[in-house]
């Protein structure tokens, strides 16, 4: 349900899609479903290996998505006799200015789905590098208490102001978009100083995972299992387990009691790692 290819997401994936899907027909898949990342619009969205001609970059992004469904259009009627192939792609939340994008993306008759995801807090990307994620927790800390230099020293409550963010952030993409697939629940976790930490002990961080959670529920949403953190190292994938655990107590309960109704469906392994597609996300 979660899958890039080389050749349309080139920055961070490996292969012809083609290619992808015919290993995936090898393992014995009988659906799969092409996620291609959305055509960004803005020059400040662009990745360091983007820069050298931004400009150009940009504007090869949209033709890109056109060919995408293009050719996922051509695949899905070519391999039908044995693949079920569903059409979407990776929603990014950037920013509440991408919601008319995401929308008009979606409304597309070839998309069949897409995935809601946050990449970024303030803007700032989260899980690109180390430089970034220090960034996008300098972004984050306005509210904090400073030393005399000025500067916030300890990690811990400098990533629980970011952990904050990301969830709020993550919180008006649940209600603008009302994603079916939720990506990577807790991504924030990736570059973190301490991936594994029980975030239980940060009330505000947990409260608005319930929250969060709660929402998703709430309209039926799901949650992806997606196991791009272990390849990166991690011991968990996202959501991590103390996530995935609330999402299957079918006795939880917050104030509207929706999850011991709705419970979740967290999915499989969703993302699609063949062999030589080893750097997918
Ligand atoms: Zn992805
Ligand atoms: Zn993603």
Redesign the pocket.
């Known amino acids: 349900m ?1 899958s ?1 290819s080389g050749q349309f997401c080139p920055g961070h994936a490996k292969d012809q899609l083609e290619d992808v899907i015919k290993h995936a027909i090898t393992l014995g898949y009988t659906t799969m479903g092409l996620t291609e990342h959305m055509p960004r619009t803005a020059l400040e969205d662009l990745y360091p290996e983007e820069l050298d001609e931004p400009e150009a970059s940009l504007a090869a992004l949209a033709p890109r998505h056109a060919a995408y469904l293009k050719e996922a259009l051509r695949l899905q009627a070519l391999y039908a006799p044995q693949i079920s192939l569903l059409i979407g792609f ?1 929603g990014e939340w950037m920013r509440p200015a991408y919601e008319s994008l995401i929308g008009e993306l979606a409304a597309d008759p070839a998309i069949d789905y897409f995935i809601g995801s946050l990449h970024h807090v303030n803007g700032v990307p989260i899980d690109y590098d180390k430089e970034y994620y220090a960034r996008a927790m300098a972004s984050a800390e306005t509210a904090l208490p400073r030393g005399e230099d000025g500067e916030v020293s300890d990690v811990e409550p400098r990533e629980e102001k970011m952990y904050e963010r990301y969830y709020d952030q993550q919180y008006e993409m649940l209600v603008a978009l009302r994603p079916r697939i939720v ?1 990577h629940f807790d991504l924030i976790r990736l570059m973190s100083a301490d991936p594994g930490r029980d975030v239980r002990r940060w009330r505000g961080v947990w409260e608005r995972i319930e929250r969060n959670l709660a929402f998703v529920a709430s309209y039926g949403g799901w949650l992806e299992c997606n196991s791009s953190a272990l390849r990166k190292g991690l011991a968990e994938p996202y959501p991590c387990r103390l996530i995935a655990e609330v999402t299957t107590i079918s006795e939880f309960d917050i104030s509207s009691n929706l999850l011991s109704t709705t419970p979740f469906a967290v999915l499989g392994v969703l993302h699609y790692c063949p062999v030589k597609a080893s750097k997918l ?1």
């Open positions: 979660h890039h990776e990506g996300l």
